[in-house]
């Protein structure tokens, strides 16, 4: 029982210095001499890391038991008789429970019907408006979905999803945007969405199915938890990532610190718990070592005391 415990700890203990280092890129990220560019090369650090908090979580066993998804709720016998037991349950130290998980983020490219008004460029997302590296809107939307050009020609970009913040890259007569989902359970990795109509599902980068909609729209995973809303529904394969938390902003990166302390301190307190449980089972064992001993003596004292009768 103590090596489970100890197995437990030691996978936590590499979590507590991940999360560290995690706070010290959100902290870099928040300071404003670095660039855009510079905040997206943090922002890949910290989407591994929080992939492989995740990995901690799902690998993490002891006698094919996961002990860090939130699974593991065990009983062991501490004594000699009935109810003489102990229970021990371990959170999950995963990285979405932790807060460490970022938004679903799908890639979608779309014809752009002209390029007299929408011409090859980087555009940015204000609201409902779409501005060029100057700050001219060059199109507007109502929705989010179709992007109309401000000119006569009244040129388009429709997306399936909805595009609600960041960049619009129109190249060649295509337009690539990323829509953003709110997650709900998926960890930090990469997933497919397998389009079936009416039985779509979700898959993680080994295969596994993660979710499963009735209608393309809501996946919910086995528990019947809803981890992802599409804007409309899945027409087609579609590749979903989910990054670590958010820090490619100054303000989203300022947020993030206290977000990843939260992380930390509850990494804290299931290591101290374990630590706890551990410590009071030394104890129960030098006790039950200690009892050993004196039953053994008493059993000697009685066997002598019998000898001595007999040859009376």
């Excluded at 460029?121 to 700050?135: I, M, Q, R």
């Amino acid at each position: 029982m103590i090596s489970l415990i100890q197995t437990a700890e030691g996978a936590l203990n590499e979590s507590h210095s991940i999360l560290q280092r995690m706070r010290e890129l959100a902290v870099q990220s928040s300071n404003d001499t670095n660039t855009e560019s510079d905040r997206a090369e943090l922002q890949k650090e910290v989407d591994q890391l929080s992939q492989e908090l995740s990995r901690i979580g799902n690998n993490t066993e002891f006698n094919t038991q996961n002990l860090l998804d939130g699974s593991f709720e065990g009983t062991f016998q501490i004594g000699a008789n009935e109810d003489q037991n102990l229970t021990i349950d371990v959170k999950d130290m995963r990285g979405q429970e932790l807060g460490m998980a970022g938004a679903s983020e799908f890639s979608e490219t779309v014809t752009a019907s002209g390029s007299t008004e929408l011409v090859d460029g980087t555009y940015t997302v204000d609201g409902t408006d779409l501005k060029d590296s100057n700050g001219n809107v060059i199109a507007t939307t109502t929705d989010n979905l179709t992007f109309t050009s401000t000119g006569t020609a009244a040129e388009t970009i429709v997306f399936s999803q909805k595009i609600e913040d960041g960049k619009i890259t129109i190249q060649g007569g295509e337009a690539t945007a990323t829509a953003k989902f709110d997650n709900g359970g998926l960890e930090a990795g990469d997933y497919t969405i397998n389009y079936s109509a009416g039985a779509s599902t979700i898959t993680d980068s080994n295969g596994n199915l993660v979710a499963s909609s009735a209608d393309d729209t809501i996946f919910k995973n086995a528990d019947g938890d809803t981890v992802l809303t599409l804007d409309a529904a899945a027409t087609t394969d579609m590749e979903i990532s989910v990054g670590g938390v958010d820090i490619s902003s100054q303000s989203a990166a300022n947020s993030a610190i206290t977000k990843i302390n939260d992380a930390i301190e509850t990494v804290s307190a299931e290591r101290s718990k374990l630590g706890a449980y551990q410590n009071r089972l030394d104890h129960t064992i030098n006790n039950l070592g200690t009892s050993a001993e004196n039953l053994t003596a008493a059993e000697s004292r009685i066997r002598d005391v019998d000898y001595d009768l007999a040859a009376a």
